[in-house]
């Protein structure tokens, strides 16, 4: 179970029959959950549940496992933050040395690798004018 998904096997033990409906599976009369077993070394599903449907003779078996992307949107939401303030703290930094005008380079700064906004920043307060940054920045 992945670490931000500790209510996963608490939900399919007490709630497999809603999760399934929420995969596609309709109609489930009767179901059961088990302990998950192993079935790939080094890894266990979050959970196992048996449906019984009449007219059967063995019930169908379902592993499910409980994805997590808590840890992705973080990550992301984290790096985007980042992004706007090196890209604000280099827009400072143009805008105080050569003024208002150099604000028109939003738009162009935004189109830029996040790996190339530290070395844009040194070369925006270094560089002699706008012009020769503007240079700097398309090539």
Known sequence: ????????????QH????????AGVHDI?????FQAEL????RFPDGVLEVRCP???????????????????VEEAERKGAIETRLQDLL???????GAVAQD???ELRAVEFDRLDDLGLIAARC??????????FS
């Open 29 to 33: 009369p009767a179901w059961t959950p």
């Open 39 to 42: 079935v790939v070394v080094r």
């Open 55 to 73: 007219g059967q003779i063995w019930p169908d078996i379902f592993i499910i496992e409980v994805a997590s992307i808590y840890q992705e949107i």
């Open 15 to 22: 709630h497999g029959n809603c999760i399934l409906r929420l």
């Open 92 to 98: 400072d930094v143009l805008v105080s040395r050569f």
């Open 1 to 12: 179970m992945q670490e931000h998904d500790k209510c996963s096997k608490y939900s399919i």
């Open 105 to 107: 380079l939003e738009v």
């Open 128 to 137: 002699r004018n706008l012009a020769s940054f503007r240079k700097r920045l």
